[in-house]
């Protein structure tokens, strides 16, 4: 059994805040589709409660984290004639037992990640 686990924070920059309430899923990628792992919504700190991979589900191969950035920033009020980004798709490899940590900075025109730790 792998001994690593993953791990994600949102921050909004349009707002200088975390991302409460954005709305996670996690996707396992395998070939040329898709297997649902969880659905995830950001606490008050921007992060999950729980790792998205804890130990007892890690492994390697490739995942997606799906970041819903339109639906939280209309929650918010945010008035956008056309919003631009909707669904943040982030594609990333685990090859090791390690903690990944991948973490988006967004607002409604743009975004970054990178692997954290």
Do not use: C, W
Not at 13 to 32: K, S
Not at 40 to 55: H, I, K
Not at 77 to 98: M, Y
């Amino acid at each position: 059994m792998a001994s690593g686990r993953l791990t994600t924070h949102v921050l909004d920059t349009m707002h200088g805040r975390p991302a409460r309430g954005m709305r996670l899923e996690l996707l396992y990628v395998h070939g040329d589709h898709t297997h649902h792992i969880t659905d995830s919504y950001t606490n008050e700190d921007g992060r999950v409660d729980q790792p998205l991979l804890g130990e007892d589900q890690f492994q390697h191969g490739e995942f997606e984290i799906h970041f819903h950035v339109g639906q939280y920033f209309e929650r918010l009020g945010v008035e956008i004639e056309t919003p631009f980004l909707d669904v943040v798709p982030v594609r990333f490899t685990i090859s090791e037992d390690k903690h990944y940590h991948v973490p988006l900075l967004v607002s409604p025109f743009a975004y970054s990640t990178y692997r954290g730790s």
